[in-house]
């Protein structure tokens, strides 16, 4: 079986700081990797995706992502925050042995201060 | 156009009644699914439709009730609802032939009374 791990529950930073959201997963088989972002009361927006490739990622909003296998983690960077970057994000994770249902972890909160 | 649409978007009801959630997809996905989300924020998979056959039905109490009448649509009952069925649903779509993200519905969000 699958899971997701999401280290912190809330990171707080600073307007233009850097920050890293991790994300550590496990699974027995070949792994989709996924974040997603959650604004106050709206759905969720995909940022971007691992399928299979170069495993630096580039999303949206100047988002990337890092899939590291040997520590099996997906950990999200972004080099300089913005307020309305404020939000949940969610780590999730899909196999072929979980019908590419996506697997979420708990989230973490980002809250960006000016 | 809206890719994944959700119905109502608010749902307030008291306890012991029967409520339905409506989902419609329109981006030619094969499968649809249904989540919620707690008041903790954790998403958890509910259900997951194939090509109007049930895939995946995760331990949720037989109060609720998928109904898929085309594979467009992915339809929500629940009976005889509970405070504890309080929360957010979201509906979601994918092709799994491609590999493509889950596209996620805006969210119904359920108070039972």
């Known amino acids: 079986a699958q899971s997701v791990t999401q280290l912190d529950s809330q990171v707080p930073v600073f307007e233009e700081a850097p920050v890293e959201l991790r994300c550590n997963y496990s699974s027995s088989v070949s792994v989709y990797l996924f974040w997603y972002v959650q604004y106050p009361n709206q759905g969720l927006q995909l940022l971007l995706k691992?399928?299979?490739?170069?495993?630096l990622v580039k999303g949206i909003n100047g988002f990337e992502a890092e899939f590291n296998k040997s520590q099996t983690s997906f950990h999200l960077r972004k080099p300089s925050v913005h307020i309305s970057d404020t939000a949940e994000y969610f780590c999730?994770?899909?196999?072929?042995?979980?019908?590419?249902?996506?697997?979420f972890g708990k989230g973490t909160s980002l809250l960006v201060t000016p | 156009d809206t890719a994944v649409s959700q119905t109502p978007k608010y749902l307030v009801t008291q306890m012991g009644n029967d409520k339905s959630i409506k989902c419609e997809q329109n981006l030619g996905h094969d499968t649809m699914y249904w989540y919620k989300q707690d008041s903790k924020k954790f998403l958890k998979i509910m259900f997951s439709y194939n090509n109007k056959e049930l895939i995946i039905n995760e331990t949720v109490p037989n109060r609720f009730s998928p109904k898929s009448p085309d594979k467009a649509h992915l339809n929500l009952h629940i009976n005889s609802l509970e405070l504890g069925d309080s929360a957010v649903y979201f509906c979601?779509?994918?092709?799994?032939?491609?590999?493509?993200?889950?596209?996620f519905g805006n969210g119904t969000r359920l108070t039972v009374t």
């Open positions: 999730a994770v899909s196999d072929r042995n979980s019908g590419y249902a996506l697997n």
């Open positions: 979601a779509s994918v092709d799994r032939t491609n590999n493509s993200p889950l596209h």
């Open positions: 691992y399928l299979s490739g170069s495993t």
